[in-house]
């Protein structure tokens, strides 16, 4: 059988829950790895594999500066089938412009055959998504996996467009790379909440979080990733100037997914302002794909 690696970076398990996803799709197929990266993760050989992913979560617009840097470190071979899986929570055209780096590295090893897809997760910070919200997104991810694997079983190359204005607006909110620098000079932990599990401690995946002298203390290489303010069980962390956007708990995704009497809810179809008009074009898009490889497959 074939061997397939997905190597990413996630920050509150938003891009492993893809990862996973893709992994039960392409299985019947493919001898499926994972690698998800942390601080002291090295390069891997990738000689063995036949197909790669590279994953990531969209911050303001771009690839994390920490998955970038690994990549950094990586010899893609050309002789290799290569696609980008990413996830943010919506679906702005401006973030067609986030894997340019990525890209740049492949091309740089001579890789110029890739595809890439754009899956939709809640967002972990600004506001919490209602469940017949993500039902509709993971609707549209389950057609996109759909179309993922018929393009990878039929080595089919999909590129996401961007153009000139979308790459210059995406590398001027490079800018939010420093934010967690220096927002982390905010970050608070309400003592009289916290029961010192050392959750935060434990998973903050760039070791930015220590316990000393009976107190949760905070370095100045933070990513932003909200992993520690998101799943922290008392809702302890306060998280500087982000504080009021904090979001806390887990989705229960299964649950949601599950959930027959959200179906027909059409959440997005219901809602006004700026905010949710870019989701019936992709949705549209995504049915077009898929109804493209449905009568394919006829």
Same mark, same amino acid.
């Given at each position: 059988?074939?061997?397939?690696?997905?190597?990413?970076?996630?920050?509150?398990?938003?891009?492993?829950?893809?990862?996973?996803?893709?992994?039960?799709?392409?299985?019947?197929?493919?001898?499926?790895?994972?690698?998800?990266?942390?601080?002291?993760?090295?390069?891997?050989?990738?000689?063995?594999?036949?197909?790669?992913?590279?994953?990531?979560?969209?911050?303001?617009?771009?690839?994390?500066?920490?998955?970038?840097?690994?990549?950094?470190?990586?010899?893609?071979?050309?002789?290799?089938?290569?696609?980008?899986?990413?996830?943010?929570?919506?679906?702005?055209?401006?973030?067609?412009?986030?894997?340019?780096?990525?890209?740049?590295?492949?091309?740089?090893?001579?890789?110029?055959?890739?595809?890439?897809?754009?899956?939709?997760?809640?967002?972990?910070?600004?506001?919490?998504?209602?469940?017949?919200?993500?039902?509709?997104?993971?609707?549209?991810?389950?057609?996109?996996?759909?179309?993922?694997?018929?393009?990878?079983?039929?080595?089919?190359?999909?590129?996401?467009?961007?153009?000139?204005?979308?790459?210059?607006?995406?590398?001027?909110?490079?800018?939010?790379?420093?934010?967690?620098?220096?927002?982390?000079? +905010?970050?608070?932990?309400?003592?009289?909440?916290?029961?010192?599990?050392?959750?935060?401690?434990?998973?903050?995946?760039?070791?930015?979080?220590?316990?000393?002298?009976?107190?949760?203390?905070?370095?100045?290489?933070?990513?932003?990733?909200?992993?520690?303010? +998101?799943?922290?069980?008392?809702?302890?962390?306060?998280?500087?100037?982000?504080?009021?956007?904090?979001?806390?708990?887990?989705?229960?995704?299964?649950?949601?997914?599950?959930?027959?009497?959200?179906?027909?809810?059409?959440?997005?179809?219901?809602?006004?302002?700026?905010?949710?008009?870019?989701?019936?074009?992709? +949705?549209?898009?995504?049915?077009?794909?898929?109804?493209?490889?449905?009568?394919?497959?006829?």
């Amino acid at each position: 059988m074939k061997k397939a690696i997905l190597i990413y970076y996630t920050g509150t398990y938003n891009t492993r829950y893809i990862a996973e996803k893709i992994k039960e799709k392409i299985s019947d197929s493919y001898d499926v790895d994972h690698l998800e990266i942390d601080l002291h993760t090295p390069a891997v050989d990738l000689s063995s594999y036949d197909l790669i992913g590279l994953g990531y979560p969209i911050y303001a617009f771009n690839a994390p500066s920490f998955f970038l840097n690994y990549l950094k470190k990586m010899k893609f071979p050309k002789d290799k089938q290569y696609f980008i899986f990413k996830n943010s929570g919506e679906s702005f055209a401006l973030n067609n412009a986030s894997s340019r780096k990525i890209i740049k590295y492949l091309k740089k090893n001579n890789v110029n055959r890739f595809s890439e897809y754009h899956f939709l997760m809640p967002y972990n910070i600004h506001f919490r998504y209602d469940d017949a919200f993500i039902y509709e997104l993971f609707e549209a991810d389950r057609k996109l996996l759909e179309v993922l694997k018929h393009d990878i079983l039929n080595d089919d190359v999909r590129h996401l467009k961007s153009n000139f204005l979308y790459d210059l607006v995406s590398r001027i909110l490079r800018i939010q790379t420093f934010g967690g620098y220096l927002n982390s000079y +905010f970050y608070r932990v309400e003592d009289t909440k916290c029961i010192k599990c050392g959750l935060c401690v434990k998973k903050c995946p760039v070791e930015n979080i220590y316990y000393k002298n009976g107190k949760i203390k905070f370095r100045h290489h933070c990513l932003m990733c909200m992993r520690c303010s +998101f799943y922290c069980p008392k809702d302890a962390i306060s998280i500087g100037m982000l504080q009021k956007w904090k979001v806390n708990g887990a989705y229960d995704f299964e649950k949601i997914c599950s959930a027959s009497n959200l179906k027909d809810s059409k959440y997005v179809e219901k809602q006004q302002g700026f905010f949710f008009k870019c989701y019936p074009k992709t +949705f549209a898009e995504i049915d077009k794909m898929y109804n493209q490889i449905q009568n394919k497959s006829k």
